[in-house]
């Protein structure tokens, strides 16, 4: 490899590692007389325009990142059809190996590597950048104990190229996918908290909480299985950590953490907690805490409830774990492009129940509830369900987000918010804050006949008492927008997914053509441009490629496809 440049600038040494989208090379940067570690694109994922654009722009993003515990990221280029990212190169392993060599970790190690790990998203987030792929083979650890991580800029650019065309690829991070990415969801930053909970898990048990056949089965367990219990695991643990792991991996969103800087600050507590309290600090009193192996624990069986209760709770239990699978199969195969198509679903009515209920009853139905505002009501106790959007009685596709406000109780003077409400539920609304509803304008909307669109007072907004609030009317003829997916790389069966899962027709024109760049039965043209904006119903044509792929067009060994001369491809 030596002797073999890109950009003129770096020389690469030798392979050091190697992942299902990139290969990674001990490399030099001539310029500035330092060791570098450089990671290039497998030529297979070059023919995605979307992938690449998301690839550049997201590891652009993440040079941006100055973090002790975050692996730098100093370059991104391109020579001929090679991509490549230009990084620190780390001195050490990576924690998986770490794992692998340990069995498990003294969890006094486990937290100083996840608080470290949890400092470097925070700096993340508060950029905007969601990892998305959160795992051990993303965390390095120097030669000094430093936790570093990696693969920003690959983490997202695969999310968006491949959750979404439900391709396999990204299969194999299946271990530490949160419910929402297993379901295709929506996806925040307390995704990447959830991860940080199964990695925890791991480096305190020595293995994953759920393990299966195939990645179907280990996602559905995500969304439909309890964490194990961690001191039924190991023993000699603080059941402060332990509460730390469920609050992380909470099936619902809004049940974790709100940032990793409130499950930095609860790891931080565990130190003092058990500097003050001692031995009963741990789940088991009797262990040693000298540095000797903890054994797992006998648990006790609790004592026998008579027979009909037995009975009733595990008809109940197994009534509830069919009802959560079904519904998993459902959210697992609109992601998967298992149905053709979908329903739509009448929107119930949620409001005055709590946000868990609405969770729950949503997910049997295939919606999706996240929590919004924490606004006033009248009508409705503190914690309860204020207002939803889209409103009831809406008909929306399968996995639509339903968005609902909680009440904080009432309180004078402040005005509410009625946008999403029926004209006629929101003036007696209105009326009953002590506001009157002024003039209402009919404007061209997606959402049902008579609902507000707009209001000329923004709510939580403080106003006199009578004052008018004006309001937009949706007339209900308004077509709803939808962005096109990307097609280009996917097969007719594949793009049919994509175009039904988007809201668009999937009876556009399929011309098959020869060609000599595309392998055969893959789209290599869309009559619209991904990202375009289109009516939901519109017809996207596309065009399939009839040939074979030519020899010689990339091997999916970098070794095979850099040119010794000049760095570009072969």
Known sequence: ??????????????????????????????????????????????????????????SQAAAG?????????????????????VMELIDGKVLSDVIKEKGRLDYKEAISIIRQVASALSLAHKNQIIHRDIKPHNILITSTGVAKLADFGIAKAVSAATIVGGSNKIMGSVHYFSPEQARGA???ERSDIYSLGIVLYEMLTGKVPFDGDNPVSIALMHINDPMPSLTGEVVGIPPQLEKIVNKATEKYQSNRYKSVDDMISDLDDIEFITNVMGKKAFADESVSTDGAQPVKKERQKPESQPAQEKN?????????????????????????????????????????????????????????IEEGDLVYSPDQEEGLIASQNPVEGA??????????????????????????????????????????????????????????????????????????????????????????????????????????????????NVIYEEVEDMAQNLVFWQSVAAGTEVEKGSTVDYKVSKGTKPEGSGSGDPDLDIDPETGGEG
């Not at 002797?3 to 989208?21: P, W």
């Not at 339903?402 to 004209?423: A, F, H, L, R």
């Not at 009317?473 to 939808?482: N, P």
């Open 312 to 368: 009733k709770t595990t008809i109940f239990i197994i009534i509830g774990a069919v009802v959560v699978v079904i519904a998993g199969l459902i959210g697992l195969g609109s992601m998967l492009g298992w149905f053709g198509g979908t329903d739509e679903i009448t929107v119930p009515s949620f409001v005055g129940k709590t946000l868990e209920q609405a969770q729950a009853e949503a997910e049997i139905i295939g919606l999706v």
């Open 186 to 188: 929506y996806v925040d």
């Open 395 to 508: 008909k929306v596709s399968e996995g639509k987000v339903i968005t609902v406000n909680i009440s904080k109780g009432k309180k004078d003077g402040v005005v509410p918010k009625i946008e999403g409400m029926d004209y006629e539920e929101a003036k007696a609304y209105l009326e009953s804050f002590g506001f009157k509803m002024g003039p209402g304008v009919t404007v061209e909307s997606h959402l049902p006949k008579g609902v507000i669109v707009s209001q000329s007072i923004p709510y939580g907004t403080s106003a006199k008492s009578g004052t008018e609030i004006n309001v937009e009317i949706s007339d209900g003829k308004g077509k709803e927008m939808v962005a096109v997916p990307n097609l280009i790389g996917k097969t007719p069966s594949e793009a049919n997914s994509l175009l039904s899962a988007a809201g668009l027709s999937t009876n556009g």
């Open 65 to 85: 990142l100055s973090h002790p515990n975050i692996v730098g990221v100093y370059d991104v280029g391109k020579e001929g059809n090679i991509h490549f990212i």
């Open 1 to 58: 490899m030596s002797n073999k440049l890109l950009a003129g600038r770096y020389e690469l040494i030798e392979k050091i590692g190697e992942g299902g989208m990139a290969v990674v090379y001990k490399g030099k940067d001539r310029l500035l007389n330092r060791y570098v570690a450089i990671k290039i694109l497998r030529p297979e994922y070059t023919k995605d325009e979307q992938f690449i654009e998301n690839f550049r722009r997201e």
